[in-house]
């Protein structure tokens, strides 16, 4: 198992464009989140999802876009790309609620 | 608004000794706690996690306490070992959906 990937690992990011972060997991789970983590701080919850079809709002959603329109893949999309939005982006997945979450290496975003 | 906070940002004990990581919350809606140890250009992976029916967890080397009536919990590790040197959030959640993390303490074990 590959357990959940991320794709690209690094992306320079000129302000207005935009980008789709890639997140795919193979373990079946039905869980899905994204997180940002800005230095010398915790990740925040961005979105999440609950299963195909259906996402929802975390902590800090200005800005992004998601999708899940499969159990394996759950893209993170932003469209006018600002330099607060300047961070490493986590994917997650888990089996079910309040289970432990299984993270992606990241993708280390910058806006210039 | 922090809601999980590590007040530690970084703490060094030598190899063989107790770590101790503390970890405080504002909500006392948060009924499920968990622990994550970060590598250096890696995802978190998943330590230990306790929730709020009881006030111990142990794994191993690991032992997590929580104090629900000071709103902390606190992360042991015995004996700490080089390989333990990462940084450690603390993440919790009242709905099972959103979890809030600090913003992680820096662990060297020093050989």
């Known amino acids: 198992n590959a357990g959940v990937t991320q794709t690209p690992k690094f992306r320079i990011l000129k302000i207005g464009q935009s980008m789709t972060l890639q997140c795919a997991q193979d373990?079946?789970?039905?869980?899905m989140y994204w997180y940002r983590q800005d230095p010398g701080m915790g990740l925040k919850l961005i979105y999440y999802s609950v299963g195909a079809g259906i996402t929802d709002k975390g902590e800090v959603p200005n800005g992004y876009n998601v999708s899940r329109s499969t159990t394996e893949d759950f893209p993170l999309r932003l469209e006018l790309a600002a330099p607060s939005q300047t961070s490493v982006y986590f994917c997650?997945?888990?089996?079910?609620?309040?289970?432990?979450?299984?993270f992606g290496p990241g993708t280390r975003l910058t806006v210039l | 608004d922090q809601q999980v906070k590590q007040n530690s940002p970084s703490l060094s004990v030598q190899e063989g000794r107790i770590s101790i990581l503390n970890c405080d919350y504002t909500?006392?809606?948060?009924?499920?706690f968990l622990w994550y140890k970060k590598y250096p250009a890696e995802g978190p992976t998943f330590l230990i996690s306790?929730?709020?029916?009881?006030d111990k967890n142990e794994d191993g080397r690991f032992t997590v306490f929580l104090n629900k009536s000071a709103k902390h919990l606190s992360l042991h590790i015995v004996p700490s070992q080089p390989g333990d040197s990462a940084v450690y959030f603390c993440?919790?959640?009242?709905?099972?959906?959103?979890?809030?993390f600090g913003t992680g303490t820096s662990l060297t074990v020093i050989p």
């Open positions: 306790i929730s709020s029916i009881k």
């Open positions: 373990m079946n789970h039905n869980y």
């Open positions: 909500n006392s809606m948060f009924d499920y």
């Open positions: 997650a997945s888990s089996y079910g609620t309040g289970g432990e979450q299984f």
């Open positions: 993440a919790a959640s009242y709905t099972g959906n959103q979890f809030y």
